[in-house]
């Protein structure tokens, strides 16, 4: 499924990177630190965007100091983008000589490929088969699904979840210490994992009683204040290095996006977008989304998987926005393909749940090419500029 959908990716950006125009340095609109022409091909269109920062941090690392705009305001940089893949990427690209589109995108697809494997692991053996057939099945088909071969750090975000999750599940709490610390270096979700650990000790404690050994209980109790204490990882790495305390706060804010809470700015974005319909289906959903978790239907998940189910989509509601980058975030939040299992295989029509997912699969690559067209795809500077 997984080799299917990536080759299906290969053929849209074909034929969509046509429409790319070419991409000068002072356009006035985007940084474009690597020029590129026209119809630049697969693997310079699947380098755009933020795969221009992940190459500059792997040619020539992060900047020090900080660089200030015209008004002496901390300006774009790459601070703002986590080390661990491209640093990957740039070690392989000295070792191989190749250029940093072709490995970058190779080694985001070998990743999200082992991702995939991983994925259906988990699920098969903490759910069921016909759940971990769906999971992967929606994860490679869902809307923004290409850019697990594009040179992001979506790939592996999405593997270092999944093993945090089977470490855990598996009561592997040393390795989990150590995967916790590289996703911290990946994504800043890390603290989405606290409830996951908090789940998961819960149900140890009520279904164990006296098999759960103190030393057990003290390991946990220190994952769970390590993956808070993560969240602020990269924060104090980049005020060590550029001996700014405020770097990351600074350096976001560049891009106008701050470290304050967002929940406001969904519901700001559904009443501008939608009206108060926006408002009321927003609501029906969260409200569908909590009755659903606090039933036995997804109890049955495991505390690990239903953990993350809720706390991931928490995060996302608490501290990102709603640009259109909400689309790729919303990756991560994999569980969603087993509340579309368990709607399959609701009694009415059970009998035709492959179809159902046959469906399910062809409404997501039909969205996958608008993505591509309009996100992805470079084909004008003028007008309404999306960002993937």
Not at 325 to 346: D, E, G, K, T, V
Request: aromatic share 16%; with cysteine.
């Amino acid at each position: 499924m997984f080799f299917a959908t990536r080759v299906f990716t290969v053929v849209v950006v074909m034929i969509c990177q046509r429409a790319q125009i070419a991409l000068p340095a002072p356009n006035g609109i985007l940084r474009i630190m690597y020029p590129t022409d026209e119809a630049p091909g697969y693997w310079v269109v699947m380098g755009n965007w933020d795969g221009q920062w992940y190459q500059q941090i792997a040619d020539v690392g992060y900047p020090n100091p900080l660089p200030l705009d015209d008004l002496g305001q901390v300006d774009m940089n790459a601070w703002a983008f986590f080390p661990l893949y491209p640093m990957i990427v740039g070690a392989l690209t000295k070792v191989t000589g190749g250029s940093f589109y072709v490995v970058g995108g190779i080694v985001a697809m070998l990743i999200g490929a082992a991702a995939m494997l991983l994925l259906y692991r988990l699920v098969d053996r903490a759910v069921g088969r016909w759940e971990a057939i769906v999971a992967v099945v929606g994860v490679c088909t869902f809307i923004s699904a290409p850019i697990l071969q594009a040179t992001y750090t979506e790939s592996l975000a999405l593997l270092l979840v999944i093993v945090n999750l089977m470490l855990i599940r598996a009561r592997r709490y040393w390795w989990t210490a150590v995967a916790l610390v590289l996703l911290a270096l990946t994504r800043n979700v890390v603290i989405a994992m606290v409830p996951v650990l908090l789940a998961h000790a819960f149900v140890r404690w009520r279904t164990e009683r006296d098999g759960f050994r103190m030393r057990d209980k003290i390991l946990l109790g220190a994952l769970v204040v390590e993956a808070a204490a993560l969240t602020f990882l990269w924060p104090a790495v980049i005020g060590a290095v550029t001996r700014n305390p405020a770097g990351y706060a600074d350096t976001m804010q560049a891009w106008k996006i701050g470290t304050d809470i967002k929940l406001s700015s969904w519901w700001n974005y559904l009443d501008f977008a939608y009206g108060w319909w926006g408002i009321a289906a927003g609501i029906a959903i969260v409200v569908f989304f909590g009755w659903f978790m606090l039933s036995k239907r997804s109890w049955r998940w495991g505390p690990e998987l239903w953990g993350w189910a809720g706390a991931y989509p928490a995060y996302q509601l608490l501290v990102t926005n709603t640009g259109p980058s909400r689309l790729r975030y919303a990756l991560l939040a994999f569980p969603f393909a087993l509340f579309i299992a368990w709607f399959l295989r609701l009694k009415w029509w059970r009998r035709w749940e492959v179809w159902g997912l046959v469906g399910v699969a062809l409404l997501g690559l039909g969205q996958q090419v608008w993505w591509i067209q309009n996100y992805l795809i470079v084909s004008h500077l003028d007008g309404p500029i999306y960002f993937p």
